[in-house]
């Protein structure tokens, strides 16, 4: 269900390319559109976040699914740009709902860490696919296949717990874990790193929606773009390998080193964009996405052990994915060009960096630093 959520954000270069070619929608316009469907997850996932305690799972789940196969099913009939913006915010909310369900039954497993990686190795497979497929449809299709990957959830539905664990089945629950130290960390600290995932996510929402349309602009050829953003999805799973190997160095170090990475690896092509350093940007972006996804769950995770904040990741991803795109289109639309919009979008991966630096002076300040932090 997570990954059928998350389809949208994990092919928007090609959708925002078939938007252009196919509905001819404007540059500017494509970074609206699919950033509507973005904030609409985000939405979608903060209403999932206020009710998945208290309502059916199951039924929150069927209400976001048909939601979304009836914004999917209404773009194949409305095609003007103004109906198409809102289809897609009604849309992403169905999907937000679903998505959030997801995640939240997903850190309530026995191993959430497990359950987690898990969810980020068939993530670099899911977006291969899809980045693969959707070239080769038209308008009609790709809203076709995003309705029959919503059906799909339906069928697992009997599958998903219905309502969170009792008090009895917790202690069950937590006698089978592995005892992990809490940070006991005022709740600033975990909001802050909410805010930190949502500037990531500025970041990713900018670059990843007009990649390949800037490709095009500098005269990329498209066989060369299109299998680059196929294959480059695959190393998400080399993120996740990098990931467990660097865990010896803590939390707060990798993701510093791949802040920096991430925002050096967007902004190398305000300067033009050529075959080769696409090729060097696009793996390594795509590396340090997964990558820097384990690191900021993880901080997360130990930081607010309830649960109820780790609840709205997809909600701040989808509200980064929402204003990177939008920041984005008012540059283009302002004529200021995708040099300066790499360097805008690359510069917020920088002011995510300073705000894990001061809960990291936060961790220090309070003596020694646990070893999980250093």
């Known amino acids: 269900m997570a990954l059928v959520g998350y389809s949208v954000m994990v092919s928007v270069p090609v959708l925002s390319t078939a938007m252009v070619a196919i509905l001819g929608f404007s540059e500017e316009q494509v970074g609206r559109v699919w950033g509507a469907d973005l904030g609409g997850l985000s939405i979608g996932a903060i209403l999932s976040s206020l009710l998945v305690s208290r309502v059916n799972r199951r039924h929150l789940v069927l209400a976001g699914v048909l939601l979304s196969i009836g914004g999917n099913a209404l773009c194949m009939v409305f095609l003007d740009y103004e109906q198409v913006l809102w289809l897609r915010v009604a849309t992403g909310i169905g999907s937000g709902i679903f998505t959030a369900v997801a995640v939240v039954s997903l850190g309530g497993t026995t191993v959430p860490v497990r359950a987690f990686n898990m969810l980020l190795f068939g993530f670099a497979f899911s977006t291969a696919l899809e980045l693969h497929l959707l070239p080769q449809f038209t308008m009609n299709e790709i809203f076709l296949f995003f309705i029959g990957l919503a059906g799909i959830c339906v069928l697992f539905l009997n599958w998903l717990p219905a309502r969170p664990l ?103 092509l305000s300067g033009g964009i050529t075959d080769l350093n696409i090729l060097v940007s696009l793996f390594s972006f795509m590396t340090l996405w997964t990558f820097v996804d384990v690191y900021q769950s993880a901080m997360m995770a130990h930081m607010d052990r309830g649960g109820s904040l780790v609840a709205l990741m997809p909600s701040v991803q989808g509200l980064g994915q929402f204003i990177g795109p939008n920041i984005s289109a008012s540059i283009l639309g302002a004529g200021m060009g995708y040099g300066t919009m790499f360097m805008v979008s690359g510069s917020m991966a920088l002011v995510a960096t300073l705000l894990y630096c001061g809960v990291f002076a936060y961790m220090h300040s309070r003596g020694p630093v646990l070893s999980e932090a250093s």
């Open 166 to 268: 009792n008090d009895e089945e917790l202690a069950q629950q937590e006698a089978g874990q592995e005892e992990v130290e809490d940070w006991h960390v005022p709740k600033l600290m975990p909001v802050l790193c909410l805010v930190a995932i949502g500037f990531t996510y500025v970041n990713i929402g900018g670059y990843y929606t007009y990649i390949e349309l800037a490709a095009h602009a500098d005269g990329i050829a498209e066989d060369w773009v299109g299998p680059l953003l196929t294959w480059s999805s695959i190393f998400a799973v080399v993120g996740c390998a990098i990931a467990m190997v660097c865990t010896r160095f803590g939390l707060f170090k990798p993701l510093f080193v791949s802040l920096l990475a991430m925002a050096a690896i967007v902004m190398m």
